[in-house]
């Protein structure tokens, strides 16, 4: 019986909006909520991009002035800096290929490169090509799916969700660095259409897939523990930790010393991105505002530079600390407040996005499988609006104006104010989505998803334990 319910429950959040009901019912409401939702995320998506093109072009055609007051992108779309183009591709394929990417400071997950190694077996440019096109145009197929039913129409769907994947700022920015955050977001997208469809083997394996290339995709296995599907989340971590360690056996040197390796190329990552300045400019990290307020009091505050690295080391242990305290606290709250699946996913997608330390602006792609899963919801709560709002302005471009005195990898002082803007607006985000279910849970219906996931460790526990004695006394 509470199976039943379960399931019935899981229906009516996944099922889309009947565009039967008469004029002026609840679902009419609900489909001219979504389209009013809809039409304000796409105008704020291409009013901003519009209004940077020509503040970036006054500033470079009038003013005369070079990167990076002439462009929102890495300096790779000016003649300064043109090795930046697609390097972050050219640099994966040369890892891939060569079967030991640890020698040569490779800093993601083992599994990364065996799955990338089938794209250097063509031409360079064919592969950047296919890789790029293929995974975007999956991104729009899927986005276009989800905006239908609020779209009315799959022209204005396509239309809807090409203007809020290309013209937002975070796919700009991956296709101009040429950067692979584009197949995790198809990944996560697809791990979202795997669970809406109950197709949760699909929906682990793409857990498995995008855990495999970078860690932070962990955090959608508290998914499967909404409805007990707690076997997908012990099955999903084994897969993670076996594909880890069968693709350092596939590498020329030895477990031990790729293992070492890893670990040393993390360490100067650290060093040189997450404590020095060269990843100053990310601009989808909580970590960065934290980081430049230290600068700020320690330049003016004195202090040799050893003192300030010392400093920055330190705030940096116990902010990665605080993180792993929260991603449990995480976890239990959209497991057991929350319990529609777009609010659950758009709450674990901002986590994951805005709280690693490292977090380039392309890291925000992700808010906008976010943005169109809020958009489609059919129940309206009191802080939707607002969370659209500052999802939209997430995805617009803000380089109007910088830091002085801070270098980059770019070699220039590209630290725009974007760097506060938009974890701060990630963060408000989060927490009016967090309260809004809050408000809306009860004290019964948590302690009834509570004692539901109890049980079935229990009864696990039991089969287990069962198992074992059976195998001891045939």
Same mark, same amino acid.
């Given at each position: 019986?509470?199976?039943?319910?379960?399931?019935?429950?899981?229906?009516? #959040?996944?099922?889309?909006?009947?565009?039967?009901?008469?004029?002026?019912?609840?679902?009419?409401?609900?489909?001219?909520?979504?389209? /009013?939702?809809?039409?304000?995320?796409? /105008?704020? $998506?291409?009013?901003?991009?519009?209004?940077?093109?020509?503040?970036?072009?006054?500033?470079?055609?009038?003013?005369?002035?070079?990167?990076?007051?002439? +462009?929102?992108?890495?300096?790779?779309?000016?003649?300064?800096?043109?090795?930046?183009?697609?390097?972050?591709?050219?640099?994966?394929?040369?890892? *891939?290929?060569?079967?030991?990417?640890?020698?040569?400071?490779? %800093?993601?997950?083992?599994?990364?490169?065996?799955?990338?190694?089938?794209?250097?077996?063509?031409?360079?440019?064919? +592969?950047? $090509?296919?890789?790029?096109?293929?995974?975007?145009?999956?991104?729009?197929?899927?986005?276009?799916?989800?905006?239908?039913?609020?779209?009315?129409?799959?022209?204005?769907?396509?239309?809807?969700?090409?203007?809020?994947?290309?013209?937002? &700022?975070?796919?700009?920015?991956?296709?101009? =660095?040429?950067?692979?955050? !584009?197949?995790?977001?198809?990944?996560?997208?697809?791990?979202?259409?795997?669970?809406? @469809?109950?197709?949760?083997?699909?929906?682990?394996?793409?857990? !498995?897939?995008?855990?495999?290339?970078?860690?932070?995709?962990? !955090?959608?296995?508290?998914?499967?523990?909404?409805?007990?599907?707690?076997?997908?989340?012990?099955?999903?971590?084994?897969?993670?930790?076996?594909?880890?360690?069968?693709?350092?056996?596939?590498?020329? %040197?030895?477990?031990?010393?790729?293992?070492?390796?890893?670990? *040393?190329?993390?360490?100067?990552?650290?060093?040189?991105?997450?404590? &020095?300045?060269?990843?100053?400019?990310?601009?989808?990290?909580?970590?960065?505002?934290?980081?430049? #307020?230290?600068?700020?009091?320690?330049?003016?505050?004195?202090? +040799?530079?050893?003192?300030?690295?010392?400093?920055?080391?330190?705030?940096?242990?116990?902010?990665?600390?605080?993180?792993?305290?929260?991603?449990?606290?995480?976890? /239990?709250?959209?497991?057991?407040?929350?319990?529609?699946?777009?609010?659950?996913?758009?709450?674990?997608?901002?986590?994951?996005?805005?709280?690693?330390?490292?977090?380039?602006?392309?890291?925000?792609?992700? $808010?906008?499988?976010?943005?169109?899963?809020?958009?489609?919801?059919?129940? =309206?709560?009191?802080?939707?609006?607002?969370? #659209?709002?500052?999802?939209?302005?997430?995805?617009?471009?803000?380089?109007?104006?910088?830091?002085?005195?801070?270098?980059?990898? *770019?070699?220039?002082?590209?630290?725009?104010?974007?760097?506060?803007?938009?974890?701060?607006?990630?963060?408000?985000?989060?927490?009016?989505?967090?309260?809004?279910?809050?408000?809306? *849970?009860? /004290?019964?219906? =948590? @302690?009834?998803?509570?004692?539901?996931? #109890? @049980?079935?460790?229990?009864?696990?526990?039991?089969?287990?334990?069962?198992?074992?004695?059976?195998?001891?006394?045939?």
């Amino acid at each position: 019986m509470a199976k039943k319910r379960r399931q019935r429950v899981d229906a009516r #959040v996944t099922q889309p909006v009947n565009r039967s009901a008469g004029k002026g019912g609840p679902a009419e409401d609900a489909l001219a909520f979504g389209r /009013a939702k809809l039409k304000c995320s796409v /105008a704020i $998506v291409v009013v901003g991009l519009v209004v940077s093109l020509l503040f970036h072009l006054w500033q470079s055609k009038v003013n005369g002035l070079g990167y990076p007051w002439n +462009s929102f992108l890495y300096p790779s779309s000016n003649s300064f800096r043109k090795d930046l183009q697609f390097s972050d591709y050219w640099d994966c394929l040369q890892l *891939s290929a060569s079967w030991d990417p640890f020698v040569k400071k490779g %800093s993601y997950f083992p599994f990364f490169y065996i799955v990338f190694y089938p794209l250097t077996l063509i031409p360079p440019a064919i +592969s950047l $090509v296919i890789f790029f096109s293929g995974t975007l145009l999956a991104c729009w197929w899927l986005l276009s799916r989800w905006l239908r039913p609020v779209c009315g129409g799959s022209w204005t769907s396509w239309g809807a969700a090409g203007a809020l994947l290309f013209g937002s &700022y975070p796919v700009l920015m991956a296709i101009d =660095r040429g950067n692979v955050e !584009v197949g995790m977001f198809l990944i996560v997208a697809l791990l979202a259409w795997g669970y809406q @469809r109950k197709r949760y083997r699909a929906a682990a394996a793409a857990t !498995v897939l995008g855990a495999s290339f970078k860690l932070t995709p962990l !955090v959608f296995l508290s998914l499967f523990l909404r409805r007990r599907l707690w076997h997908w989340t012990v099955l999903s971590g084994l897969g993670f930790g076996l594909l880890t360690l069968g693709s350092l056996l596939l590498f020329k %040197s030895s477990i031990q010393e790729s293992w070492t390796m890893w670990r *040393s190329n993390s360490a100067e990552f650290t060093r040189g991105y997450l404590i &020095y300045t060269m990843g100053m400019s990310w601009s989808a990290t909580l970590w960065n505002p934290i980081r430049a #307020v230290i600068l700020f009091l320690s330049a003016h505050g004195g202090g +040799s530079e050893g003192v300030i690295v010392a400093r920055l080391g330190f705030a940096l242990g116990i902010y990665s600390k605080a993180v792993l305290l929260l991603t449990p606290l995480v976890a /239990a709250f959209v497991s057991f407040v929350e319990t529609n699946l777009w609010r659950r996913l758009a709450i674990l997608i901002l986590f994951m996005t805005v709280t690693p330390p490292p977090g380039a602006d392309y890291k925000m792609i992700h $808010v906008i499988l976010a943005l169109v899963g809020l958009i489609t919801l059919r129940r =309206r709560l009191r802080f939707d609006w607002g969370v #659209v709002v500052l999802l939209s302005l997430v995805l617009v471009p803000k380089k109007y104006w910088f830091f002085p005195g801070i270098v980059t990898d *770019s070699l220039s002082q590209d630290v725009s104010v974007g760097i506060f803007l938009n974890p701060l607006l990630m963060v408000i985000a989060l927490g009016l989505l967090c309260a809004d279910s809050w408000m809306k *849970s009860t /004290a019964r219906g =948590r @302690r009834a998803r509570f004692l539901l996931l #109890v @049980r079935g460790c229990q009864r696990l526990f039991l089969r287990v334990r069962e198992t074992r004695l059976k195998a001891t006394n045939p």
